[in-house]
């Protein structure tokens, strides 16, 4: 049943039809389309459109149509062009000709548009719960190891000495940020478009505040040729994935190195690792690289749909079509990764002496020059000292103390107090810092806003009326 083909007289060209129709995947919102519906026969009821027995037989096969998707046992037929088609076509057959009047006033524009924000609304929540259970396995390895150190990098050179606790929670902060902008997602995606037609209005005297706050909507859009037309929300959504494909990229690329026979630092346990179908001593951290590669096609998403939308005039255009396969794919990379990553992570297993043989006196390097700026002297004059010690090319922590005293007079016996690496760790107790009571304070924290449930955060009505 086509809704649109009452001026043609020559029938559409089988291809054209296929490329045209967006059923195969635009049916995974049935169940919004059906529950718009609904509500949508609710509104048109009391706007005096439909009759009390019509409004029952609407909303009562709707239900049954919604059951139907449910329970898989919808039956999709090759006339269905896309979503709306299908539940307006087995409406009819269901209830007859009463059916016909449920599309009055309102256009596949604003359906579609519907439609969609109701599906993103209703898939943020499983994200977020997707995110913080990675976010659970970082915490779970933060206090595994509460006292091992790690040698830290800068440009993936020996930099200095941290808490391997520290390391773990500078990966859980990117994905926190994630996750609160999926809740500020939220304030632009739940507004209304239905009742904004194809784009000029409803001509129906329909209270779109109600419809609103029947669907869960924060408020009615307020430009009916702008609201058939936003997708920002779903730029946003492409957005905040490839946030996170890319948080989880570069904690992936750090795992990958540290799970090398260079580094040793970890090892992943075999139920998420892959071996070599020709070296049978390889252990492969197959599903980290996968995260980084993910990352791409997220990104691509993103920029695809930037790109489809750049050049379009206003109001609906078909190209707004490209839109859900998109977020679709997002979402399911997503939902497919976060679950193994989190799992990876949690059974990983960390080698502390190892990682302590990697931390040289070098890496105190700072700590020398902090020595110096305690007893007076400027801190751009004592890099340069230290920096002379380093071009010794001996280790520092060999160099004796009359070379020090020739360096500067400054320096004491108790210089060699500065190379053990707990020492200079221990120093850094600012907020935010590597000292084992600053990781702890960070750590509480992080428990805190971890089980921070999205929906207490969601704004309300009034926020955005």
């Avoid at 994200?127 to 976010?135: M, N, R």
């Avoid at 200095?160 to 926190?176: A, C, I, K």
């Avoid at 103390?401 to 053990?420: H, M």
């Avoid at 089980?451 to 955060?457: A, F, T, Y």
Wanted: hydrophobic share 45%.
């Amino acid at each position: 049943m086509k809704m649109w083909g009452s001026r043609f007289a020559a029938e559409t060209d089988p291809a054209a039809w296929k490329l045209n129709a967006a059923i195969s995947f635009d049916q995974r919102m049935a169940l919004q389309d059906a529950h718009a519906s609904q509500a949508w026969a609710k509104a048109l009821h009391h706007a005096g459109v439909l009759t009390e027995n019509e409004y029952k037989s609407i909303c009562n096969g709707l239900a049954l149509i919604a059951e139907e998707f449910e329970n898989k046992s919808f039956v999709f037929q090759d006339s269905d062009e896309d979503i709306h088609t299908a539940v307006e076509r087995r409406l009819g057959e269901i209830i007859g000709p009463p059916a016909g009047k449920l599309h009055t006033g309102r256009s596949r524009n604003d359906q579609v548009a519907t439609d969609f924000r109701l599906w993103v609304l209703e898939h943020l929540q499983p994200l977020d719960e997707a995110i913080s259970d990675v976010q659970r396995a970082l915490i779970y390895q933060a206090e595994n190891n509460p006292d091992c150190i790690l040698p830290g990098y800068t440009h993936l050179q020996r930099a200095q000495p941290v808490l391997l606790s520290h390391w773990w929670l500078s990966h859980f902060w990117p994905l926190q940020r994630d996750r609160d902008r999926l809740v500020d997602l939220t304030k632009r995606a739940a507004i209304l478009p239905l009742g904004c037609g194809a784009l000029a209005g409803t001509p129906f005297p329909i209270d779109r505040h109600e419809l609103a706050v029947d669907l869960g909507f924060l408020a009615p859009a307020q430009n009916s040729i702008d609201a058939v037309s936003d997708r920002d929300f779903a730029v946003e959504f492409l957005f905040c994935a490839a946030m996170v494909g890319v948080h989880l990229s570069k904690l992936a690329e750090t795992v990958v190195l540290f799970t090398s026979a260079e580094f040793g630092f970890f090892e992943l346990s075999d139920n998420y690792a892959s071996g070599s179908s020709l070296m049978p001593q390889k252990k492969n951290p197959d599903v980290f690289e996968l995260a980084r590669g993910k990352a791409g096609a997220l990104l691509g998403s993103l920029t695809g749909l930037l790109a489809t939308i750049k050049g379009l005039p206003s109001a609906y255009d078909k190209d707004l079509q490209e839109d859900k396969p998109a977020v679709f794919q997002a979402y399911d990379q997503l939902i497919a990764l976060l679950p193994v990553i989190a799992g990876a992570l949690t059974t990983l297993s960390v080698h502390p002496e190892r990682m302590r043989q990697q931390i040289d006196s070098s890496m105190m390097a700072a700590d020398l020059a902090d020595y110096l700026v305690a007893r007076g002297i400027p801190f751009h004059q004592a890099h340069e000292l230290i920096g002379r010690a380093v071009r010794q090319n001996i280790n520092l922590d060999q160099l004796p103390l009359d070379t020090w005293l020739e360096l500067s007079p400054i320096f004491e016996a108790n210089v060699s107090e500065v190379f053990d690496p707990r020492r200079s760790v221990s120093r850094r107790n600012a907020i935010g810092g590597t000292a084992p009571q600053a990781v702890a304070a960070q750590l509480d924290l992080a428990r805190q806003v971890v089980n921070r449930s999205m929906r207490s955060q969601l704004p309300s009505l009034a926020d955005c009326s």
